[in-house]
Structures are given as structure tokens and as C-alpha cells.
């Protein structure tokens, strides 16, 4: 397959005109007439994740964060994000971002992190698009049995790949939890939004000391925090099936039939040590 084919295939799953107008999403660099037999899923284009990419020959990398968020007016390779698109352009690899039009995706990130927790049924936006109410920020859904906080708490740190950040709840331990919202990364813009919906509990990460405490104190959900790059993991799996299903397709190509795609598991949070302290 051309790139350009896979682009095409990518932007109808995820149109980037669903992205946020300050987000940066599509083709960072490639030749848009490359070919491209091998696709690598990683949610952080960080060198671990480019040495991966380049060991495995990978044509193309897809992933949920931008390399280049904010405008830039060179990529020298004296600096880590210029060295990176060297060593890609240099290599042959292109790199694709599906960032918060991923987000907002039916399914999207939120979807694939409610189901990894155990989240069953029917699931609705927490802040519904305006054009189509199924699509949004967040997920709000329901597990199939009440849980108490502390056992819904361990079947989080269960569901998602482990870091060192880890997964640590705000509430009564033995409050019971049936209804539950997520919002894959940083999500504490939706505490607000969470309380409204009279959930048990809001699932997200990147919560902050005051704004959390301050929810607590209000009552409402009880909070669960884990590690940013955990929470969006889930989604790569998700994004690689609805790729493949679709050059799978009756219509599809030979060469399309044939491309070979990757999740990566490198843990890319950027916490890597945790340490309680003295008992």
C-alpha cells in the first residue's frame, strides 16, 4: 500500500476535522507515495518508541500524541524532536498522529479504556458532540455488579499495563461503585461534568492535588487517578483492528491484505520510579 492509502484508510476512522483547533494531528513526515508494509501503534513518539519503530522496519508509526504540538520554525538534530525526525525521514518511516480526534471517536480512546476496566453494555458520551451525540468526551457506562471502591480500585490496576505511577483512588474504600465515568488522559477539565452525571466513580488521569481535594470535599463521585499513558494504551489495540478490518475489506488490495501491524508494549509514561517512603 501507498501511505497515502493508509492515510486515507486512518482520516476516515478518525476525520481530523474532530480534532481540537489547537491540536496537531495527521502526517507529521513521509512521502506520501512510500510504500508501506509494517505499522507500529505506540501512543508516545519518544526515541524508545523510534528505535522500535526502526528495529522492527516499520514503515509507518502511528500514534496518539504529536511529536510536534506547537509550531516550530526548524528540526535541527541538535535537539531531540529535530534528532527524531531525522532518524525517521533518514530511515524511511513516516509518522501519523490520531490525537484528539481519537478522542472524541465512537469508538475512541475512552471507549477502549472503559471496556479494559470492565465496563459493560452500552456506553455514552460524558460531553456528547455537538453533530452526533454519539461521539464525545469520556464514556460513562456500567459495570454488570455493584463493586466496592476498593475492589473496582484493584480491577483498574488489573485492566491497565502497570506503571510505576500506578493507580490510587479518592473516597470511602467501601463505597459501592456500579456507574462509572472515564476520560483516557488528562481529565480533571470533566470533574465538574462527572458530578452532574451522578456517577460512583470518575476514572482519569493527571488529577491535581487541589482540584481533587476540593471534589472530595464537595462530595459527588469518588476519583480513581492512573498513570496518563495507561489510560490512552488501551485505545492502540483498538485502532490497529479497525485498521486492519478495513484493508481486510472484500474490495481491498493484495498489498493491503498483506500489511502487518504492531501495538507497541513499551511503557513511555515519563514517571518510571515510585518510591512510599517511610512506613
Same mark, same amino acid.
Given at each position: 500500500?501507498?501511505?497515502?492509502?493508509?492515510?486515507?484508510?486512518?482520516?476516515e476512522?478518525?476525520p481530523?476535522?474532530?480534532?481540537?483547533?489547537?491540536?496537531?494531528?495527521?502526517?507529521?513526515?513521509?512521502?506520501?507515495e512510500?510504500?508501506?508494509?509494517?505499522v507500529?501503534?505506540?501512543?508516545?513518539?519518544?526515541?524508545?518508541?523510534?528505535?522500535?519503530a526502526?528495529?522492527?522496519?516499520?514503515?509507518?508509526?502511528?500514534?496518539?500524541?504529536?511529536?510536534?504540538l506547537?509550531?516550530?520554525?526548524?528540526?535541527?538534530?541538535?535537539?531531540?524532536?529535530?534528532?527524531?525526525?531525522?532518524?525517521?525521514?533518514?530511515?524511511?518511516?513516516?509518522?501519523?498522529?490520531a490525537?484528539?480526534? %481519537?478522542?472524541?471517536?465512537?469508538?475512541?480512546?475512552?471507549? &477502549? @479504556?472503559?471496556?479494559? =476496566?470492565? !465496563? #459493560?453494555?452500552? $456506553? *455514552?458520551p460524558?460531553?456528547?458532540a455537538?453533530?452526533d451525540?454519539?461521539?464525545?468526551?469520556?464514556?460513562?457506562?456500567?459495570?454488570?455488579?455493584p463493586?466496592?471502591?476498593?475492589?473496582?480500585?484493584?480491577?483498574?490496576?488489573?485492566?491497565?499495563?502497570?506503571?510505576?505511577?500506578?493507580?490510587?483512588?479518592?473516597g470511602?474504600?467501601?463505597?459501592?461503585?456500579?456507574?462509572?465515568?472515564?476520560?483516557?488522559? %488528562?481529565?480533571?477539565?470533566?470533574?465538574?461534568?462527572?458530578? &452532574? @452525571?451522578?456517577?460512583? =466513580?470518575? !476514572? #482519569?488521569?493527571? $488529577? *491535581?492535588?487541589?482540584?481533587?481535594?476540593e471534589?472530595?470535599?464537595?462530595?459527588?463521585?469518588?476519583?480513581?487517578?492512573?498513570?496518563?499513558w495507561?489510560?490512552?494504551?488501551?485505545?492502540?489495540?483498538?485502532a490497529?483492528?479497525r485498521?486492519?478490518?478495513?484493508?481486510?475489506?472484500?474490495?481491498?488490495?493484495?498489498a493491503?491484505?498483506k500489511?502487518?501491524?504492531?501495538?507497541?508494549?513499551?511503557?513511555t509514561? %515519563?514517571?518510571?520510579?515510585?518510591?512510599?517512603?517511610a512506613?
Amino acid at each position: 500500500m501507498r501511505l497515502s492509502q493508509v492515510i486515507q484508510v486512518l482520516d476516515e476512522i478518525y476525520p481530523p476535522a474532530w480534532a481540537e483547533s489547537w491540536d496537531a494531528v495527521g502526517l507529521v513526515c513521509g512521502d506520501p507515495e512510500q510504500e508501506v508494509g509494517r505499522v507500529l501503534f505506540a501512543v508516545d513518539p519518544v526515541a524508545a518508541v523510534v528505535d522500535e519503530a526502526l528495529e522492527w522496519g516499520a514503515d509507518l508509526l502511528v500514534t496518539h500524541h504529536p511529536l510536534l504540538l506547537r509550531p516550530v520554525h526548524g528540526v535541527a538534530a541538535t535537539t531531540p524532536k529535530g534528532r527524531l525526525v531525522h532518524r525517521l525521514i533518514r530511515n524511511g518511516t513516516a509518522v501519523f498522529t490520531a490525537h484528539t480526534n %481519537a478522542d472524541v471517536a465512537d469508538p475512541g480512546v475512552s471507549d &477502549a @479504556l472503559a471496556r479494559a =476496566v470492565g !465496563l #459493560t453494555g452500552e $456506553l *455514552r458520551p460524558m460531553v456528547p458532540a455537538a453533530d452526533d451525540p454519539r461521539r464525545g468526551l469520556g464514556r460513562v457506562g456500567e459495570l454488570p455488579a455493584p463493586l466496592p471502591l476498593r475492589e473496582f480500585t484493584a480491577r483498574v490496576a488489573a485492566g491497565l499495563p502497570a506503571t510505576a505511577w500506578g493507580v490510587r483512588a479518592a473516597g470511602d474504600p467501601g463505597r459501592p461503585v456500579r456507574t462509572v465515568a472515564v476520560c483516557g488522559g %488528562a481529565g480533571d477539565s470533566l470533574l465538574d461534568t462527572a458530578r &452532574a @452525571l451522578g456517577v460512583d =466513580v470518575y !476514572l #482519569t488521569a493527571d $488529577l *491535581r492535588h487541589h482540584p481533587a481535594s476540593e471534589f472530595a470535599e464537595h462530595g459527588g463521585p469518588a476519583l480513581i487517578d492512573a498513570a496518563h499513558w495507561a489510560t490512552e494504551w488501551p485505545w492502540l489495540a483498538d485502532a490497529e483492528r479497525r485498521l486492519r478490518a478495513a484493508v481486510a475489506a472484500p474490495d481491498a488490495t493484495e498489498a493491503a491484505r498483506k500489511l502487518e501491524t504492531r501495538v507497541s508494549t513499551l511503557v513511555t509514561d %515519563a514517571w518510571r520510579l515510585h518510591d512510599e517512603g517511610a512506613k
